[in-house]
């Protein structure tokens, strides 16, 4: 399995992604991130689950074939995530983003 980001990917910072694990304010470094990671091709549809994990981590939210990576606070009191949906195989469906 590779880890390798697609080229041109570069600005995707990964120990930037991994330093704002669990952190709901609104200084999460994650936010930052989302641009570079959609832009890197990593995340699209029919990337299977392993590599997504490998790259961003495990999420802090499950809820059935979603997964959700906390964004801190967005604009308002409400907590932002990522959401990663995946089929019955474990490959990405779709992402969005999500205000909760």
């Known amino acids: 399995m590779s880890t390798t980001l697609p080229a041109g990917a570069a600005s995707f910072d990964r120990a930037a992604w991994a330093a704002g694990r669990g952190d709901n304010t609104g200084r ?3 936010g930052a991130q989302i641009d570079a990671l959609e832009d ?4 699209r549809p029919g990337t299977p ?9 495990e ?3 499950v809820d059935g074939n979603r997964e959700m990576y906390s964004l ?3 604009y308002g009191p409400s907590l932002e995530y990522f959401n990663v949906e ?3 195989e474990g490959r990405i469906t779709r992402t969005s983003l999500r205000r909760g």
């Open 72 to 74: 801190g606070i967005g």
């Open 86 to 88: 995946y089929d019955a």
């Open 40 to 43: 890197s091709g990593a995340v």
């Open 28 to 30: 999460n470094p994650r």
């Open 49 to 57: 689950r392993d590599q997504v994990r490998a790259l961003l981590g």
């Open 59 to 61: 999420p802090e939210n």
